[in-house]
């Protein structure tokens, strides 16, 4: 099978509707993308099973933001709609077929419990974010404590009066002439 030009219209029906689903993310001005152009013609050629999208970040600037491509080539790897590789650079042909065949043997119950555990985690609350706040709290309680006598903070001295044309000059550090 050749490879399929995918836009923001046919994305998500080309994602859904297909087992596996390989996306290069390329630009027409990009030399790396050029290299890597017909080792993944080959590898569309070679797996019939697979679909080969190729997605032209200049004329889809939009659908490139929303999947956060910041260097091209981008080679993205669906299996049954969940995303499961996302590598920027050119491949080599050895190296393409090490994804696929990786991308193939995906045990996609373990891929599926694992998604699972991570979105918990986002619903609940993220390990990160409470370890962040545990974090925040101790130095609060650090700073406080160092503070002594207990009691609000210490006030800052007065700021040195204003020079330069504020206060009077017409050059800053040169006194006024009359």
Request: aromatic share 6%; proline share 8%; with cysteine.
């Amino acid at each position: 099978m050749a490879t399929v030009d995918i836009t923001q219209d046919t994305l998500g029906q080309t994602i859904a509707e297909n087992d596996i689903v390989l996306l290069d993310w390329w630009a027409e001005w990009c030399g790396p993308c050029k290299q890597f152009a017909p080792t993944y013609e080959a590898a569309s050629e070679k797996h019939e099973d697979i679909v080969f999208g190729k997605v032209d970040t200049e004329d889809q600037q939009m659908l490139a933001a929303s999947a956060q491509i910041s260097s091209i080539p981008t080679l993205m790897a669906f299996r049954e709609g969940i995303l499961v590789f996302s590598q920027p650079g050119a491949l080599p042909s050895s190296a393409l077929d090490q994804v696929i065949d990786a991308v193939k043997g995906l045990d996609m119950e373990e891929v599926r419990a694992e998604v699972a555990k991570q979105s918990q985690d986002v619903v609940g609350g993220t390990r990160a974010r409470d370890a962040w706040v545990r974090r925040r709290r101790r130095r609060r309680t650090a700073s406080r404590a160092r503070r002594w006598p207990p009691g609000p903070a210490p006030r800052r001295p007065p700021r040195a009066p204003p020079r330069g044309r504020a206060a009077g000059c017409r050059r800053a550090g040169r006194p006024a002439s009359r």
